[in-house]
C-alpha cells in the first residue's frame, strides 16, 4: 500500500483513484477546490488552505502522479527535492509541454510528424509560411486543448488573424496532414523497462473535442500497429518514462503521422475500464507502484467510448442498454465540457453498430 498524491483533482485523477483502491492503494489531490470530481475520493490538498499545501501534499504522500501536461515543471521538481518520486518524470513532462520540443523529440527519434515551425512574431510566422505553405495549422506552443489555441490558415493572407487568433504568443505552424483517420495508442512502461500497449484505436473529434473513440481501429495491418508500438518504444525509452503515455497519430496514404503525446491516461482509452482485460488507470497505478503490469488484451474486438459533452441528457435511456455503461464526473453542466462518457463493450460489428445508434443522443448530429 502506497499513498499516492496526484496533482490536479479532475476526472482523470478520479478514476485513477477508482482503479487504485481495488489494489489497496490510498490517494490524496492536489487540487483547486473541494467540489472537484476527485474530492470524495481521498483527501483534498487545496491551493484554497491557508496552510502550505503543497508541502501537506509533500509529508503525505509516498509517490506522486498528475493528470495534466500542464503540471508545473517546478512544482514537480520540489517535490521530487523533498525525497517523493514523481512519475512520470520531469523529462516527459518536459517534453510533452511544449509542442515544439514534443515536435523536435519525434524527429530525433525518427517519428514522422508534421513540417513544423516555432514562430514568435508576425513576422517569424509570415516567414514560416514561406517555408510551410497552406493549408497549416497555428497553435500556442503551450497549454491547448480540445483544440483551443489553434488557427487554421488557408491561405498566407491569413498570417495577421491567425496571429491574432492565438493571442500573439509564441506558437508553432504546422503543415496540414491530410488523413484518412484520427488513431492513438496507449502504452505503459513499469520501473523496471517493462513496457505493454493497447491496441490502437479510432478517434472521431467534432469542434475540436473527442466524441467518439472505436476500440480497436477497425481493418489496422499488423505492421502498422507495431510501427506505433516501436515509436511508443522509443520515446518511452528516451524518456525514461513510468505510468501511461498516449500518442495520438494520423493515419494518412503513407503511414502513420505523429501529432501529439500526453504523458497520463487518456480520454482515448477511457474503453479500456470495461473494455480490456486491464484498464489504462489501473495499469499507471500498477506502473507507478512497481506492481507487474496488466494485460491489455481487449474483451471483444467492439468496444466503443461515447464522450458526455455539455449537457448529461439522456442517461436513463443509456443504464437500460445492454453492455453499455455510464461513467459521470460529477461536473456542473456547461456548453463544450466533458461530464462523462458511456463505455460500450459488444460481441458483434452489429451489436455495436445498435448500441451507437441507441447512443446518437449523445453524439453530434451529422456524424
Ligand atoms: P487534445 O484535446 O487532443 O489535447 P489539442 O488541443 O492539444 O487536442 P491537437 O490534438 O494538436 O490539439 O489538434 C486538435 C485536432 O486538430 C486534431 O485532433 C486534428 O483533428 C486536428 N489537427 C491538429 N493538427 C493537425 C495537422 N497538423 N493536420 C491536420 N489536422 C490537425
Ligand atoms: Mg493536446
Ligand atoms: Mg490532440
Request: glycine share 10%; with cysteine.
Amino acid at each position: 500500500t502506497h499513498n499516492i498524491g496526484i496533482l490536479g483533482a479532475g476526472q482523470l485523477g478520479r478514476m485513477l483513484a477508482m482503479a487504485g483502491y481495488p489494489l489497496g492503494q490510498k490517494f490524496g489531490f492536489y487540487g483547486f477546490s473541494k467540489d472537484e470530481p476527485s474530492a470524495l475520493l481521498g483527501h483534498m490538498f487545496t491551493h484554497e488552505d491557508e496552510t502550505d499545501t503543497l508541502e501537506a501534499l509533500i509529508d503525505w504522500a509516498e509517490i506522486v502522479t498528475y493528470e495534466s501536461e500542464n503540471t508545473d515543471l517546478a512544482v514537480v521538481r520540489r517535490i521530487e527535492a523533498a525525497g517523493v518520486p514523481v512519475y512520470p518524470g520531469p523529462d516527459s513532462l518536459y517534453y510533452s509541454q511544449h509542442r515544439g520540443r514534443e515536435k523536435s523529440l519525434f524527429r530525433e527519434l525518427d517519428i514522422p510528424t508534421a513540417s513544423f515551425e516555432v514562430v514568435d512574431s508576425l513576422e517569424a510566422l509570415q516567414r514560416a509560411i514561406k517555408v510551410i505553405g497552406t493549408p497549416s495549422i497555428l497553435k500556442t506552443t503551450t497549454e491547448g486543448y480540445d483544440g483551443k489555441g489553434q488557427y487554421r490558415l488557408q491561405s498566407p493572407a491569413d498570417a495577421e488573424a491567425a496571429w491574432q487568433a492565438i493571442g500573439e504568443r509564441e506558437a508553432i505552424l504546422e503543415g496540414f496532414v491530410a488523413f484518412r483517420r484520427e488513431l492513438s495508442i496507449i502504452a505503459v512502461r513499469g520501473k523496471d523497462g517493462e513496457m505493454v500497449f493497447y491496441p490502437l484505436v479510432e478517434n472521431q473529434h467534432h469542434k475540436g473535442i473527442l466524441r467518439l473513440t472505436l476500440a480497436p481501429a477497425e481493418a489496422i495491418d499488423p505492421a502498422i500497429q507495431q510501427a506505433a508500438q516501436d515509436y511508443m518504444r522509443r520515446l518511452m525509452t528516451r524518456l525514461d518514462h513510468v505510468g501511461v503515455l498516449t500518442l495520438e497519430l494520423f493515419e494518412t496514404d503513407v503511414g502513420l503521422v505523429a501529432n501529439e503525446m500526453a504523458p497520463r491516461v487518456h480520454n482515448s482509452g477511457h474503453w479500456t475500464i470495461e473494455g480490456a482485460q486491464t484498464s489504462q488507470f489501473e495499469n499507471h497505478i500498477r506502473a507507478i507502484t512497481g506492481l507487474p503490469l496488466g494485460s491489455t488484451q481487449p474483451l471483444t474486438s467492439w468496444c466503443a467510448m461515447v464522450n458526455i459533452i455539455g449537457e448529461t441528457g439522456h442517461i436513463k435511456d443509456a443504464l437500460r442498454l445492454p453492455g453499455v455503461h455510464v461513467h459521470l464526473y460529477d461536473k456542473t453542466e456547461r456548453p463544450g465540457r466533458k461530464l462523462g462518457h458511456l463505455n460500450v463493450v459488444a460481441h458483434s460489428a452489429w451489436a455495436r453498430e445498435q448500441a451507437l445508434a441507441a447512443l446518437a443522443p449523445f453524439l453530434p448530429a451529422g456524424g
